[in-house]
């Protein structure tokens, strides 16, 4: 098991165990099929066994990771079903929320999606380049949306599918489809600005479309099963 960062940041302890070992599994510093045990996460912490099993349960509910009886507590791994899967339910999701969004969004809403696509672009443009700090506008920019939809199931929903999404997207040559990316993300927010409902509904879905086929085509084969 890879080193573990020591929990230094406010919060209570469940929540801290629980953001750093999301993190890891998402950012596959622990990678998929990898054991992962309590002593383990114990020892590297410094925490105890109870707020261990509390963030271990959250990240069972949220599929990151899984239980074998007998064998024990596994990162889950990346398949290509779960790839459809997850993006059969994503778009659904995203197309209500930018539906809902292109209607309700106000002026101050274009300021933040502005400023997102600009963050997001120079973080493959700018002096100091980043995939991931791409990625994690890729996923602000979404999450914006499903705000500015003001429907907090479906917000609370869309969050727990992108934390999966990502584990993939980190496991693709994230630096081949930023700019296809990023002009799909100006689409998106060119319909929502002009409130054009039936067109922001396709323009996602095309996007959600691309990127399954950019997941399936540019995935690191040694992660996945």
């Avoid at 398949?79 to 209500?96: A, F, G």
Wanted: hydrophobic fraction near 35%.
């Amino acid at each position: 098991m890879r080193q573990l960062p020591q929990i230094k940041s406010k919060g209570t302890l469940a929540e801290r165990t629980y953001d750093i070992l999301k993190n890891a599994i998402v950012e596959l510093e622990l990678k998929p099929g990898e054991l992962i045990t309590e002593e383990d996460i114990s020892e590297q912490l410094g925490v105890s066994r109870t707020p261990i099993r509390s963030a271990l349960n959250r990240l069972l509910h949220e599929e990151l990771i899984e239980m074998i009886p007998g064998k024990g507590t596994f990162v889950a791994q990346l398949t290509k079903k779960q790839i459809d899967d997850l993006l059969s339910i994503r778009e659904l999701l995203e197309s209500l929320s930018i539906q809902l969004a292109a209607t309700l969004r106000t002026e101050e809403d274009l300021e933040k999606i502005e400023y997102i696509l600009y963050k997001q672009e120079q973080s493959f443009t700018g002096q100091f380049k980043s995939q991931q700090d791409f990625l994690t506008f890729d996923s602000e920019f979404h999450c914006l949306i499903a705000e500015i939809s003001q429907n907090k199931y479906l917000e609370k929903q869309l969050l727990q599918i992108l934390n999966n999404c990502r584990r993939y997207l980190n496991a693709t040559t994230i630096d081949i489809i930023m700019p296809d990316v990023l002009k799909e993300h100006k689409e998106l927010y060119e319909q929502i600005k002009n409130q054009d409902v039936e067109k922001a509904k396709l323009c996602m879905q095309k996007h959600i479309d691309n990127i399954r086929t950019r997941m399936i085509e540019n995935l690191n084969y040694d992660d996945i099963k």
